[in-house]
Every structure is written in C-alpha cells, then in structure tokens.
Nanobody, 126 residues
Framework: QVQLVESGGGLVQAGGSLRLSCAASGRTVSRNAMAWFRQVPGKDREFVAAISWVASAVYDDSVKGRFTISRDSTKNTVYLQMNSLRPEDTAHYYC????????????????????WGQGTQVTVSS
C-alpha cells in the first residue's frame, strides 16, 4: 500500500517557478514509475510528466523544456520543477504511482497508475 502527498503548489505570476513535491509512504516507490497529472474544472485530467523506475523521463509537449520531473529514492519523493509558468498551467496537480514494479509500460496513461495523491493547486496569474 502506498500513500502519496503532494505539496508545493501556490500562486505565482506568469514566468515564475514552483517546485512540487510528492512524498510517498507505506513502502518504497523506487521501483515504480511515477507521474504528474493535472486537471482543471470541466476538463479531463491530463498527463504532464512521468519518470520511470530507472529515472528516464517523458513529458507532455505542452511542458517540454519548462518542467523537469525527478526523484529522490532516499527520500521516497518525486518532484516536478516548473519553470516559465503560464496561465494555462493553472490546474490541480496530482502525483501518481505506477501499479506494477519494474514496469515502464503506459507511462502517459492514467490507467496504469494505481496510487494517487489528493493533489496540490497551482495558479498562475497573468
């Protein structure tokens, strides 16, 4: 069983930066791929970034070059560094853990993620 808690969200001006953290507890997630998704009211949850269990990363085109996903296995924590933030980045950001250890299958698909946090709000003003 894994519990995920996101933190680091807030209100920033366009062009600013935030670093989101996702702290896992219950067991290590070092062998699970991890991902960030985001959602705004009235829209479907969308993929943002994922990191495999061997730390390779994949990003949605909308955030490539601006966001960086990373992980610290010692702290059992995943991060999302968000730079050059835009108003369209405003959303509730969720952290998720892949349901199968040693798997990098379907990293951009919500369906492979079994464990989800409650999210943290990011608001980017213009």
């Amino acid at each position: 069983q894994v519990q995920l808690v996101e933190s680091g969200g807030g209100l920033v001006q366009a062009g600013g930066s935030l670093r989101l953290s996702c702290a896992a507890s219950g067991r290590t997630v070092s062998r699970n791929a991890m991902a960030w998704f985001r959602q705004v009211p009235g829209k479907d949850r969308e993929f943002v970034a994922a990191i495999s269990w061997v730390a390779s990363a994949v990003y949605d085109d909308s955030v490539k070059g601006r966001f960086t996903i990373s992980r610290d296995s010692t702290k059992n924590t995943v991060y999302l560094q968000m730079n050059s933030l835009r108003p369209e980045d405003t959303a509730h950001y969720y952290c998720a853990a892949h349901g199968q250890v040693f798997s990098n299958i379907g990293l951009e698909s919500q369906s492979v993620y079994v464990y989800w946090g409650q999210g943290t709000q990011v608001t980017v003003s213009s």
